[in-house]
């Protein structure tokens, strides 16, 4: 390998005075060259070694801007309008209502209590309306039984005590002994006119035997006047004979016109008789039918009575239209009195849906439309554990709203998508009166564009005053 050594001529002069011999000895002005040289050299170092640093981080510096930059000018982020409100259901709040209100006897529920479907939530007293209602069954099944009697007595049956549920046979039996005894009444008065009847139609038996004699006597004396006449006209017998004969014929005459009309007599008095026992019977079964139907309008207009009075009983036990959250109690003392009419609680249902009303001032409803995205923050649960609800603007107020403060606002709904936080549908659930805060999103824009914006501002609103 060829190595290049260089030559003493090849090599550049050196400046100054040469380097002392190793070993001579040192004049005091090359000392003093020496060590300025020296002093020079080390302070050239120091003065060049600071500003490389300053070069490095500047460089750095510039490099890390413009990523910064360029970052920020790709990076969105978005825009919200940020408002506090309070959840609310939609138009399905069932208000439970009394008619007839009342005096509290039990409350089995609480404020916030969950409820199913026909549970018992509050117990009025009764107030006598119990026993109002078995003395109506107890009058009901007295005219019940009237009704089997009269209807027994219209169709001619005998009325079977033994039918009767055990519970009212006494009270059958007093019924059955009442009917018996109008039933005698009806039979004696009928006897008597029965018996009436049939000494009329004996009497009448006995003149036509009287009129079938007298006709046959009437017969014997008329032959008996035409041989008189024949043989008082030959003159074999005097003529008062034959006047006597004659005047005979003449008494049976009249007296057989007289059987004739007592006969006629008898016989409308049969018929007489006849017809007022008809009637008698007639009128018997008439009232009874009309009793029958008057008993069964009676029975008709208890059996509503006592519906309206097992109502009101039922109504005693205040139950819950739906599954649901009890709320709104107006009484929470039992003794307390619950008007006619009144609302006693309310039940929010399970299943409806809420919705968040939440207020936007007035700089920030410009950005708001229907349909738009907003992300609802329930304070109750820890957002970063359960994360929000996402929602929809419904709409908005058409004016603005003043709440006791003096603050003005617009009222702005948000439907939920879902009435829970989390990812479980049986924990966490958003409850009506739960405070929010929604972010409603209004648009996106870069991080630059954000960081711009003061200056943006500035610069447009600068320089225009007078």
């Not at 609480?110 to 199913?116: C, H, I, K, R, S």
């Not at 109002?132 to 005219?143: A, C, G, I, M, V």
């Not at 109008?182 to 004696?188: D, S, T, Y």
């Not at 609680?345 to 409803?365: K, M, W, Y």
Request: charged share 30%; glycine share 8%; proline share 4%.
């Amino acid at each position: 390998m060829d190595t290049h050594t260089p030559t003493n001529a090849q090599m550049p002069a050196p400046k100054g005075p040469p380097p002392p011999l190793p070993g001579a000895p040192m004049a005091a002005d090359e000392g003093f060259l020496v060590g300025r040289g020296a002093l020079a050299q080390s302070l050239m170092l120091e003065e060049r070694g600071p500003n490389h640093l300053i070069r490095l981080a500047g460089f750095f510096v510039c490099i890390m801007v413009c990523l910064f930059i360029a970052w920020a000018a790709i990076t969105e982020i978005t825009e919200v309008v940020v408002s506090s409100g309070e959840v609310s259901p939609i138009g399905s709040v069932k208000r439970v209502q009394h008619l007839e209100g009342g005096i509290v006897k039990e409350i089995y529920v609480g404020e916030g209590d969950l409820v199913t479907e026909g549970e018992i939530m509050i117990t009025l007293d009764d107030a006598g309306i119990v026993p109002e209602r078995d003395q109506l069954l107890t009058r009901l099944s007295n005219l019940e039984l009237r009704a089997q009697q009269l209807g027994a007595v219209i169709s001619g049956e005998e009325f079977d005590v033994t039918k009767i549920d055990p519970r009212y046979r006494d009270l059958a039996k007093t019924q059955v002994e009442v009917l018996a005894a109008k039933r005698e009444a009806f039979e004696a008065q009928a006897d008597v006119l029965r018996d009436q009847l049939e000494q009329r139609r004996n009497e009448l038996e006995l003149l036509r035997d009287q009129v079938a004699g007298n006709r046959r006597q009437i017969q014997i004396l008329k032959q008996q006047v035409n041989m008189r006449k024949t043989l008082e006209e030959k003159g074999l017998i005097s003529k008062v004979i034959l006047l006597n004969d004659q005047r005979e014929l003449a008494r049976a005459e009249a007296a057989l016109a007289e059987l004739q009309g007592k006969q006629k007599t008898a016989k409308n008095a049969i018929d007489e008789a006849e017809s007022r026992l008809a009637e008698m019977e007639s009128r018997s079964r008439m009232d009874a039918r009309e009793q029958y139907a008057q008993v069964l309008g009676e029975v008709a207009e208890l059996k509503e009575t006592i519906e309206l009075k097992n109502d009101q009983i039922r109504r005693l036990d205040i139950r819950s239209p739906v599954t649901g959250i009890a709320q709104e109690l107006q009484t929470e003392t039992v003794g307390g009195v619950i008007a006619p009419g009144s609302t006693v609680l309310e039940v929010i249902p399970n299943d409806a849906d809420l919705f968040v009303e939440a207020r936007i001032s007035t700089q920030d409803i410009g950005f708001i439309y229907v349909n738009q995205e907003a992300t609802v923050k329930v304070t109750a649960f820890d957002y970063t554990r359960y994360g929000g609800i996402e929602g929809t603007i419904q709409g908005y107020s058409a004016t603005t709203v003043q709440d006791e403060e003096g603050n003005t606002f617009y009222r702005t709904r948000i439907k939920l998508a879902k009435n829970y936080v989390g990812d479980d549908p049986e924990r966490n659930r958003v409850l009506p009166g739960m405070e929010v805060i929604a972010d409603i999103k209004t648009g996106k824009k870069t991080l630059l564009e954000f960081l711009l914006k003061p200056v943006v501002k500035a610069l447009s609103e600068s320089f225009r005053e007078r």
